[in-house]
Structure formats: C-alpha cells, structure tokens
C-alpha cells in the first residue's frame, strides 16, 4: 500500500503513514496466507469490543494491542530488526 492511499483509508497524518508503511514494507516478516488474513478480519470485524470499524483499529484504550488490523493481520510475525514478534491478537482470538 503507498502512503497515499493509506492516509486517505487510515486518516492519520503523513509522517506517521510514513513511518508505518516503510516499516511494513522493509522490515515485515513472514506472510499468511490471504484465507488466513481473512479469517482474522472476520474475527475482528465479528463483535470485538477492542475493533474500530471505522478506523480499521485494534483499539488500546479498550484494551487492544493500537495496530491497523488491515496491516497486522497479514503477518505471522514481524521482524523489527531489533527484535522479532509474533504477530497474534491481544485478546487471545486469533493467531
């Protein structure tokens, strides 16, 4: 995704689409499967109290882990150079 459309879907400002984007896209980990990214979404998209729909967002104040859930969903875990994490959802849904 190019920082364009993310700050149009996302709503957030250019630096911080910046900063997200570049990090997703060079130093992101291993991929799911796309039925596997789906499922999590539907998870997600299916009641969670922590889901922002209308910000696509896994919501920390209530408890969620503040991650684009669009985003989060598609890795099994994401290598931040300094550390690796397995990518998993806060609440214990999915991982």
Known sequence: MDVVSFITKYSVTREIA????RGYTEVA????APEIQQARIAICEGGC???DKSRRLCMKEKGGCGCFVDIKTKYA???FVTYTETVKCPKGKWE
């Open 18 to 21: 910046e900063r997200i984007v």
């Open 29 to 32: 980990g291993t991929e799911v």
């Open 49 to 51: 109290t922590t889901f």
């Open 77 to 79: 875990e994401i290598d």
